[in-house]
Every structure is written in structure tokens, then in C-alpha cells.
């Protein structure tokens, strides 16, 4: 049986491929080295919700690895002692 622990690693170790465009993934993959997400700083909450707006356009621009690192970490990062993440795992059921 696995763990939750067990899940969540599994989960995020795949998140790093969203990231890497199809044509590299017939090439050998190698680790993605990101620096450690910005845990201060940043605007306020109530600041940041009324800036927020939808965009439907993408660019073909790489993320830069400090903000593909923050991304990631806001979406599935570890952010207790417990090993507890930033989001819950609520589709999955163990």
C-alpha cells in the first residue's frame, strides 16, 4: 500500500515535465535543477486578488526558473514540518 507521502512525491517529481516543451521529451531526461521557492516577500493577499485578471494568450517563452520554482511550490509544495502540502490531494483517495 502506498503511502500519501509516497503519492505526493510521485506526483510532483512528474510536475517538472509540464514544463519542458513535447519535442524534448524523445530526448533523454534529465533532472530539472530549481532554486528554492521565495517564501517572503511578495504583495499582500488582498493586493494580489485585485490585480488577478484571466489571460488567454500564451507565449512561447521558456518560464524562468525562479518563477517556474514558485509556481510549482504554490501549486503542490511542501509547507509544514509534516511533510503537508500547499494544496490537498483531494482527486486521489487512498
Not at 11 to 32: C, N
Request: no cysteine; charged share 15%; net charge positive.
Amino acid at each position: 500500500m502506498m503511502t500519501r507521502r509516497q503519492a505526493n512525491a510521485g506526483i510532483l517529481a512528474g510536475a517538472p515535465l509540464a514544463a519542458v516543451p513535447t519535442v524534448a521529451i524523445a530526448q533523454e531526461l534529465k533532472p530539472l535543477g530549481l532554486p528554492p521557492p521565495r517564501s517572503e516577500g511578495g504583495k499582500p493577499l488582498i493586493a494580489a486578488l485585485k490585480l488577478r485578471h484571466s489571460i488567454r494568450e500564451n507565449s512561447d517563452r521558456p518560464l524562468p526558473a525562479p518563477v517556474l520554482s514558485n509556481l510549482l511550490w504554490a501549486a503542490f509544495g511542501i509547507n509544514r514540518p509534516s511533510g503537508d502540502r500547499t494544496a490537498p490531494i483531494g482527486v486521489m483517495s487512498w
